[in-house]
């Protein structure tokens, strides 16, 4: 008899089911909606079922190069923030004073918390041709670099809002890379840099990688900054998703799209979790000594 | 003997004074707190010396300034007469024993031995064969292969040892290396780290709190309280002669007393205490107040008669006794009120005297210890 006033294990399960119903259900509707047509003039959709906008969709030259650049931007933001943010990270692991890492660990909270419509229209006025930047740089007797309605603009706004997911999910990864191994590690011979490439890189890895797949899933999403920011003229998916709908008015086009940037989006997460699962410590998980 | 001559060849080894330790007026202070204290010492080549203390101190602080961990804000840290008190920790040849060992634990065992030779630039083949003597001087040699997550908490800390004395270091720092380690195990890594010690002649300072593992360790102890030593000498003098109330006290189960001074001799002088008089030898110290520390087992014990009037001195009623089956040890409530803890050896016929009982105590003036300060 196991545990005969022991409640059932599996109806635990059911509030996590119930949410994950719901969120399928709209799934399911949305791809539902893809198979349907829009009646040109009118509001109304209607059938018969077919994959004649998944054909459309991916037959536009202009629906592959954006998705590509998406995918490649979203790589290069990735990139741009394990530069910029790894250090950021550790110093705030590292540090012995409380003061930086507070002061760190505050301004990326105020970052993640102050609306994305404010910030990008901080940006242009940052960034704007008679902007901050330009101005000094006019200052100093150079010509004005425009930083605004183009890519810069866009990669940099994206880099302020993508840096807090990074850096967070990173400095809480290092936080359990104990200090005390570097310690070892440099006085067994090994310079400040090699201690960092011997033994604290190899042991965040998987931290690394779990923060740049967020990073990349969050970037490849992005619509409000390259719609504010890129000027029209550099739109990302969502953004081309947007004016599927508010252009043309076609809703099963553009749910046709999401579905499909859905799954290319997907695999692409899907690849880092399969190098996490290459660079997976092989060693056993350190244990408590004791 | 195990087979540790890779470790014993490098040049120069044994008792030279290239491996001699001296610090001189050393001093580390955080905002206005002085966690060391202008503190001066000086270790033999080959001598294992033990920094005994309670938390915060300082103890560990000159452990970590010695290995460069911390920078003194005054004093200077020698080895062998070279000045390494500016170097970076890489570039000491001092190897630490960390208190939870800090193995890497995505390297073996025996790339963890290798990590400080590879760091030396030696060749391949040269480090295959020290980490093989290394670990063989451990009798770790049949897990090279394993991770450390892998070892039970005796074979890391044999990994860590082996780690450290691979590269053959000027000094050996080791911060509470048995802290982690239950009972009977620490016991035994005790002995077989002082063994290994005394075999390679390597110069060893030791963090502890444990005084148990200070006796049997060091070759000298230096007992530091508040950011200063407050003794430097062989175990036996610290624990037989402790020099001040706070090392007594740490050394652990000594009756404090506190009696007067009462006249001088040209071999001695008288002191009054507990309700008795005693004859000690040498000069007092300054003052009427004389602080005595006197261990359990230097008192012995005799029935008083009955006729002993308690005016007669070091007369008392045993208040508890405490039968620890190869020693008793017996609380002792004296007629002033003050207590006393006395340590007899007990054998198959010792009789165990009884809760009540009146005895006279012997107080040997050779083993009364003078406190100074």
């Known amino acids: 008899m196991t545990g005969a006033r022991q409640p059932d294990g599996r109806w635990l399960a059911l509030p996590a089911l119930l949410v994950l119903g719901l969120f399928f259900t709209a799934f399911g509707t949305f791809i539902a909606l893809s198979l349907l047509h829009a009646v040109p003039g009118t509001a109304s959709i209607a059938g018969p079922a077919s994959l004649d906008n998944y054909r459309a969709v991916a037959g536009l030259a202009l629906n592959r190069e954006v998705t590509l650049d998406t995918l490649w931007l979203a790589l290069q933001l990735t990139g741009i923030c394990i530069l910029v943010g790894y250090p950021l990270a550790y110093l705030m692991a590292r540090t012995p004073s409380r003061t930086v890492r507070n002061l760190i660990l505050f301004v990326l909270v105020v970052t993640f918390l102050s609306g994305g419509v404010t910030r990008a229209y901080s940006w242009l006025i ?43 999910t990173l400095f809480g990864a290092l936080k359990t890379v104990p200090a005390m191994l570097e310690e070892a590690a440099r006085n067994l011979g090994a310079s400040r840099l090699r201690s960092f490439l011997a033994v604290t890189l190899p042991l965040s890895v998987p931290g690394l990688i779990a923060a740049s797949t967020l990073t990349y899933a969050v970037a490849l999403s992005s619509f409000l900054f390259p719609a504010l920011l890129g000027g029209g003229r550099n739109p990302m998916a969502a953004n081309l998703i947007y004016m599927k709908i508010l252009d043309a008015f076609d809703i099963p086009a553009a749910a046709a799209m999401a579905t499909l940037f859905l799954v290319i989006a997907l695999g692409c997460v899907g690849l880092f979790a399969l190098v996490e699962r290459l660079a997976q410590p092989r060693f056993p998980l350190a244990r408590r000594h004791g | ?62 452990l970590r300034a010695i290995a460069g961990f911390v ?39 025996a790339q963890n031995v290798a990590f400080g030779l590879k760091m030396r630039r030696l060749g391949r083949a040269e480090i295959a064969a020290k980490v093989v003597a290394a670990l063989a001087l451990v009798r770790l040699d049949e897990l090279a292969g394993r991770y450390p997550a892998e070892l039970s908490g005796g074979q890391q800390q044999r990994a860590a040892l082996a780690r450290a004395l691979v590269t053959e270091p000027q000094l050996l720092l080791l911060d509470e290396p048995f802290g982690a380690l239950d009972q009977n195990l620490r016991e035994a890594m005790q002995v077989e780290l002082r063994k290994l010690q005394q075999r390679l002649g390597i110069t060893t300072i030791l963090v502890t709190h444990d005084q148990q593992e200070a006796l049997i360790l060091s070759d000298l102890i230096a007992v530091m309280n508040a950011g200063r030593i407050e003794q430097l000498a062989p175990p036996i003098e610290v624990y037989d002669h402790p020099a001040t109330r706070f090392v ?80 008793l040890l017996y609380e002792i409530e004296l007629a002033d009120g003050l207590r006393l803890a006395v340590e007899e050896q007990r054998q198959d016929k010792t009789r165990v005297r009884a809760v009540g009982e009146r005895v006279r105590l012997r107080l040997d003036p050779h083993h009364c210890t003078v406190l100074r300060g």
């Open chain 1, 126 to 168: 940052i960034l704007g041709n008679t902007g901050l930047v330009n101005s000094l740089i006019k200052k100093l007797g150079f010509a004005m670099v425009p930083l605004v309605h183009n890519r810069t603009g866009v990669v940099i706004s994206l880099t302020h809002f993508l840096l807090p997911f990074f850096v967070l």
């Open chain 2, 1 to 62: 003997m195990r087979d540790d001559h890779a470790l014993k060849d490098g040049p120069g080894r044994l008792a030279d004074t290239s491996r001699a330790l001296s610090i001189a007026g050393l001093t580390k202070r955080y905002g206005s707190h002085r966690a060391v204290d202008d503190v001066s010492f000086a270790v033999p080549a080959g001598s294992l010396l033990t920094l005994l203390g309670p938390s915060g101190c300082g103890k560990t602080t000159i």
């Open chain 2, 71 to 109: 920078a003194p804000d005054a004093g200077r840290i020698e080895v062998g007469g070279v000045d390494i008190t500016a170097l970076p920790p890489e570039r000491r040849q001092t190897a630490m024993l960390f208190q939870s060992y800090a193995l890497f634990p995505h390297m073996t065992v």
């Open chain 2, 248 to 327: 007594a006290g740490f050394m652990g189960a000594a009756n404090l007393l506190t009696g007067r001074l009462t006249g001088r001799h040209a071999d001695g002088f008288d002191v009054a205490v507990g309700g008795g008089m005693l004859r000690l030898p040498g000069t007092p110290p300054a003052g009427d107040a004389i602080a005595l520390a006197v261990r359990p087992e230097a008192i012995g014990l005799d029935a008083a008669p009955a006729e002993t009037a308690d005016a007669d001195g070091f007369v008392g009623r045993i208040s508890f006794v405490t039968n620890l089956g190869s020693r």
